[in-house]
């Protein structure tokens, strides 16, 4: 059975940093796309990061480029989010999720795990 577990998330104030880890057991993660996702109250949930099963091939939405990274250590079979410059707009829950096979999307729709979800509030 696969479980995706996210950890990191908190109360922080504006301009500082946060990283999510997102641990997965039940599946080698070495050959899926890894994603990130954020649901802010009363909004759909939005894409934010993918990350191609390598490791070489990223892409981030709009609104985080520039100061959201996400990386993965396959060998640990965790996926990462480093969040730096923190604006009350990233105020949501994050979940991270995986593929369902070799796709790369930023479409929830292609995922076909998902974990419970941490959540990040960032104060003004």
């Known amino acids: 059975q696969v479980q995706l577990v996210e950890s990191g998330g908190g109360l922080v104030q504006a301009g500082v940093s946060l990283r999510l880890s997102c641990a997965v057991s039940?599946?080698?993660?070495?050959?899926?796309?890894m994603g990130w996702f954020r649901q802010a109250p009363r909004k759909e949930r939005d894409f934010v990061a993918v990350i191609t099963w390598s490791g070489v091939t990223t892409t981030y939405a709009d609104s985080v480029k520039g100061r959201f990274t996400i990386s993965r250590d396959n060998a640990k079979n965790t996926v990462y989010l480093q969040m730096n410059s923190l604006k009350p707009e990233d105020t949501a829950v994050y979940y991270c999720?995986?593929?369902?096979?070799?796709?790369?999307?930023?479409?929830?729709?292609?995922?076909?795990?998902w974990g419970q979800g941490t959540q990040v509030t960032v104060s003004s």
């Open positions: 039940g599946r080698t993660l070495g050959r899926y796309t």
């Open positions: 999720a995986m593929t369902k096979g070799a796709v790369y999307s930023t479409r929830d729709s292609e995922y076909a795990y």
